[in-house]
């Protein structure tokens, strides 16, 4: 079965940084792009960032473009988002997805404080 398990996240103030990591198993990781969602409170899922199996392609959404950094290690079977210069509106639990299956994992939470 497909799993992803989420960490890295916690508590930081404005303008922190935080790296989280996901590591996968169950699937053959390397042949699989995969991404980085987060959920605000009270908020729907969306986007931040996808990389392709080998990093040929990388995408990050416009409210994180500049400030993460999305990368993999197909060796490890983890995918890594860093985040830098957090912002408040960047707190929510976030969760890594691979594409071609329908999982999540339990999601790390990120709180940035003013």
């Known amino acids: 079965q497909v799993q992803l398990v989420e960490s890295g996240g916690g508590l930081v103030h404005s303008g922190g940084s935080l790296r989280l990591a996901c590591v996968a198993a169950?699937?053959?990781?390397?042949?699989?792009?995969m991404r980085w969602y987060r959920q605000a409170p009270e908020k729907e899922r969306t986007f931040v960032a996808r990389m392709s199996m080998y990093g040929e392609i990388i995408d990050y959404a416009d409210s994180v473009k500049g400030r993460f950094t999305i990368s993999r290690d197909n060796a490890k079977n983890t995918l890594y988002l860093q985040m830098n210069n957090l912002k408040p509106e960047d707190t929510g639990v976030y969760y890594c997805?691979?594409?071609?299956?329908?999982?999540w994992g339990q999601g790390t939470q990120v709180t940035v404080s003013s």
């Open positions: 997805k691979a594409d071609g299956y329908p999982v």
């Open positions: 169950g699937f053959p990781f390397s042949e699989h792009a």
